[in-house]
């Protein structure tokens, strides 16, 4: 089955203690990306990628870290978490760059930083 | 940059009518896609809709379709014949030329009453 599977899909954590969000897609997807989810704001990108190797910022991308050193994988790292990065996050990928790809997105992360 | 609005945050309709949210964009593109994603309770982003902006034609997709007025920067959703599973946050996003991803906007929380 074709997805986008995100881990942890719950979490609690305290403010600095580094935390790592997974992200792995089946589809051998070239494009991947991040997503925080805000009440009252929608989804804004926080990172992406158009391959192995390649990542560049979104609109939101203080305070996080991003790798791709597999195609299938793209995990969001926070160094030192703060409160403010409280929020609900996807992982998403598409075939390729591109305005016509559809992107899949992953069930989703909720992270709480105490 | 690009921006997208949606100006109802509410709407709320009887079961088996038509309902219609709205979206507006902003770009100075030519070419680009919108799209209507849906969040139910569940948190996961389905893609209802989508629409290429060179195409004249409305999209359409069983109860769901658009009308897509590229002069007027508009693209709305409209559900017929409403159920109780459409009740949830419907989000417009627009995807252009470029390398970054989805442009949301704040969403739409749609209510179905039975």
């Known amino acids: 089955e074709a997805q986008v599977t995100q881990n942890p899909r719950y979490l609690i954590t305290v403010t600095g203690k580094k935390l790592t969000v997974t992200c792995s897609q089946n589809?051998?997807?070239?494009?991947m990306s991040w997503y925080r989810q805000d009440p009252g704001l929608g989804l804004r990108q926080i990172y992406y990628?158009?391959?192995?190797?390649?990542?560049d910022k979104g609109d939101v991308p203080e305070g996080y870290k991003v790798s791709r050193k597999e195609k299938r994988n793209f995990p969001l790292i926070l160094e030192s978490p703060s409160p403010n990065q409280t929020s609900l996050y996807f992982c998403?990928?598409?075939?390729?760059?591109?305005?016509?790809?559809?992107?899949?997105f992953g069930d989703g992360t909720r992270l709480s930083i105490l | 940059a690009q921006t997208v609005t949606q100006s109802q945050p509410e709407m709320s309709v009887q079961e088996a009518e038509t309902v219609t949210l709205s979206c507006t964009y902003d770009t100075s593109e030519s070419d680009y896609y919108l799209f209507w994603y849906k969040q139910p309770p569940s948190r996961q982003m389905i893609l209802v809709i989508r629409q290429e902006a060179y195409k004249q034609q409305n999209a359409t997709e069983n109860r769901f379709s658009v009308n897509f007025q590229k002069a007027a920067k508009s693209f709305s959703l409209k559900i017929s014949d409403s159920q109780l599973g459409d009740a949830a946050m419907y989000f417009c996003?627009?995807?252009?030329?470029?390398?970054?991803?989805?442009?949301f906007g704040k969403g739409t929380h749609l209510i179905i009453q039975p």
């Open positions: 990628s158009m391959n192995v190797e390649v990542t």
């Open positions: 998403a990928s598409s075939l390729s760059q591109g305005s016509n790809q559809p992107q899949h």
């Open positions: 589809m051998n997807h070239e494009y």
């Open positions: 996003a627009y995807s252009g030329g470029g390398a970054d991803g989805l442009t």
